[in-house]
């Protein structure tokens, strides 16, 4: 994750995580995480994984409330995608405090929206 500043970690945090392709597809990924949830995430609830596709690709995207960790202040309201693209799988997320989980969805869906690899995506 990367911190523009020093101090209190920001209300919005957004992360980036390229890996590795998996073979069994983001949707499955994204649910074996859903159901990681609970031992990964303390007070882990709401969550849902739904198959929609990124730039005509097949992705799956994962939303889950969860309480936090002990300098955020309270529950946090998490939206992560992922997706198979450029020879990788990305997964893009988004976090907000629950109060603010709108504001935080546009944020999310801003970044999702223009998010592009360099050099295009379609490279191995």
């Known amino acids: 994750m990367w911190r523009a500043r020093s101090g209190p970690p920001p209300a919005f945090r957004i992360g980036i995580h ?15 995480a859903h159901a990681e949830g609970p031992q990964r995430y303390e007070g882990y609830r709401d969550g849902r994984v739904t198959e929609t596709t ?15 960790a002990r300098d955020d202040g309270g529950a946090r309201r998490t939206y ?15 976090s907000a405090p629950v109060a ?3 504001e935080g969805r546009r944020h999310f869906d801003t970044v999702v ?12």
């Open 18 to 32: 390229p890996q590795t392709l998996d073979p069994r597809g983001a949707a499955r990924v994204m649910r074996e």
């Open 54 to 68: 990124h730039n005509g690709r097949p992705a799956a995207l994962w939303e889950f409330t969860w309480n936090g």
């Open 80 to 94: 992560d995608p992922s997706w198979d693209e450029g020879g990788r799988m990305y997964d893009v997320w988004a």
């Open 100 to 102: 603010e989980k709108d």
């Open 113 to 124: 929206d223009t998010f592009d690899l360099p050099g295009g995506g379609d490279r191995p």
